[in-house]
């Protein structure tokens, strides 16, 4: 699994390489965590939700009994179609995976700072460069899935689809019924043959 997560970490920092002189004048600070709270879907592959999950179980047992139950409430929040923060995010706004934090939250920063009216600012370069950065984390991740956080971390929760996936098996028809309502893409159908 290691060389795996050291190739998405390649990725990450092969993006923070290139947009690193548009950040130098990002409006974020500290304490703003309006990604985690109101920028909407907080999307992941499977991989990076892998990663999340080995954290996970590194964590003291009422720590993570609390984590689990904060994946649980933004997923059933999301459901019923209700705002809803991000399952890591502390109350001191501070991220609780930082290191560890997948793409989608690497990804962003604004020019300007964001609010209700004034979502996250990006630099066209650096979008089209965070699309390339996800065709290559789905590429990465032939049998897996892409959707938010806590549905993807539902889901390799749960044993049958995670031994199907650890196996390197592609089943996605075990996951369409899910897939469908929640949104979840099948990784290998995003990302172009030639990848
Ligand atoms: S993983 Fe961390 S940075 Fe990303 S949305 Fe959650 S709290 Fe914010």
Known sequence: MTPILDKLTEIYDLHAARTAQFRQAAACAKGCAFCCTDAGRIDITTLEGLRMRQHLRQVPRPQRAALENAIDRDARRREKGRPSPCPFLLKNMACRIYDIRPFAC?????????????????????????????????ALDPNGYTGHISYILHMLDTPAFLTTYLAGAFKPEAVMMYGRTHGIVINRMMVPAST
């Open 106 to 138: 690497r990804r962003i920063y604004s020019m300007k700072r964001c609010g209700p009216e004034q979502p996250p600012l990006l630099h066209r370069e650096a979008m089209a460069w965070a699309d390339e950065a996800i065709a290559s984390l789905q």
